[in-house]
């Protein structure tokens, strides 16, 4: 029994499947995903993206393959990229079997719309002979015209059995190495569809409210659905879907983990909306130090509060605090203890020095336990 049992999620069981070295379920920590948006053709562009992806923490990456032009370019952009990288198709059998050859991780495919039994079959012969894994990705915006027809509009019970349709055509070829995902842009009918999905099988599932907005609607979007989900134990995989740049997805995706503690990554930061009691600007400094500490990977937490009300409680919980104080000199806090002051004009750059000191020693600590271990 925890000792925060409030905060205790129980996780889905599902069974295990490898994107490349990456494992999606079983009790894998949850991933994060991302999609380019550069030309796939335009190799040098999409890796140099990926690569922005990668410094954001993405696990897995998928890149579309909408002709042959792209899958051409995919073996140079596989072969940079440092995490998985999972190939987008639709309808192109050919694109799949071109993908799987060039080194993709994992096959991104709706197996009921890219033609015949025999070609489903050439597509499933050529993942398992390349070592792909598969992502079956229904979506409200394309549902089967007979499952339209038999239930009138999107919903739960037609994406949960478009899926169910797919994952038969790949069981029927003894392929089983696949997760599936069931996304809607529809908040309510995307986390119905995923719960009713959750039940029926046990396959890892991956999370998305799809096209869900800018950087502001999609992420609060995203946060209840994928949040909802995640914090009921479903789902094994996320994407969260912006009209914003593909590290932008990553960071956010990070944020609702994080704030779930299912999975850390970087600082974790605690800050007020501010008030007339500020002893300096919360707000453009927040904005600041979290520029300013993108880089750091190791998970650990800053407090930044405008006054005394509750600086010093939310410090005691943090590894770093900053409190504002009177006459331009405010309170540090190191692993929740009252340690010194620092005047306003250097109250940025000490913070950033604090924290860069503190994600190295946590490196060098745990450094030293694996060498122990060995």
């Known amino acids: 029994m925890s000792i925060r049992p409030w905060r205790d999620i129980q996780r889905r069981q599902s069974r295990q499947i490898m994107v490349g070295n990456v494992a999606v379920g079983g009790g894998a920590p949850v991933t994060v995903q991302t999609m380019t948006n550069t030309p796939t053709e335009d190799a040098r562009a999409t890796i140099d993206q990926i690569r922005r992806c990668e410094d954001a923490g ?4 998928r890149v579309s393959c909408p002709d042959e ?92 059995e478009s899926a169910l349709d797919h994952i038969k055509l790949l069981q029927d070829h003894d392929f089983h190495e696949y997760k599936v995902a069931v996304k809607a842009s529809d908040v309510f009918l ?23 907005g800018g950087l502001i609607g999609g992420t609060v979007k995203s946060a209840i659905g994928i ?19 593909p590290e932008e997805e990553v960071r956010v995706g990070f944020e609702i983990l994080k704030a779930l503690g299912i999975r850390n990554r970087g600082v974790r930061v605690v800050s007020c909306p501010s008030c007339a009691r500020q002893g300096f600007d919360v707000i453009r400094t927040v904005q ?20 005394v009300v509750n ?41 950033v020095r604090l924290v860069e000191a503190k994600a190295a020693e946590i490196e060098a600590a745990e450094a030293a336990q694996a060498q122990a271990v060995e």
Request: glycine share 10%.
């Open 58 to 61: 993405a696990d897995i990456i």
């Open 227 to 245: 949040g909802n989900l995640l914090w009921a134990g479903i789902g094994d995989t996320i994407r969260v879907s912006l009209s914003a740049e």
């Open 190 to 212: 995307a986390v119905s569809a995923y719960m009713g999905l959750a039940e029926a099988v046990d396959c890892p599932l991956h999370l998305g409210i799809t096209e869900a």
């Open 288 to 307: 600041t130090l979290e520029e300013r500490l993108q880089h750091i990977r190791v998970p650990l937490s800053l407090s930044v509060l405008g006054c």
């Open 69 to 160: 032009a792209s899958t051409a370019a995919l073996k140079q952009i596989v072969r940079a990229a440092k995490v998985p990288i999972v190939a987008d198709i639709h309808f192109h059998y050919k694109r799949a079997l071109e993908a799987a050859d060039a080194g993709a991780a994992c096959l991104r495919i709706n197996p009921g719309n890219i033609g015949s039994a025999e070609r489903v079959a050439e597509v499933v012969r050529a993942a398992k002979a390349n070592g792909c894994s598969m992502r079956i990705g229904v979506n409200a915006g394309s549902l089967e015209k007979d499952l339209l027809e038999k239930y009138s509009e999107p919903c739960p019970e037609a994406l949960v």
């Open 311 to 351: 600086g010093p409680g939310e410090a005691r919980e943090t590894d770093i605090g900053l409190t504002g104080g009177g006459a331009g000199k405010h309170m540090v806090y190191l692993s929740g203890v009252t340690d010194h002051t620092v005047q306003g004009a250097d109250m940025v750059d000490h913070i």
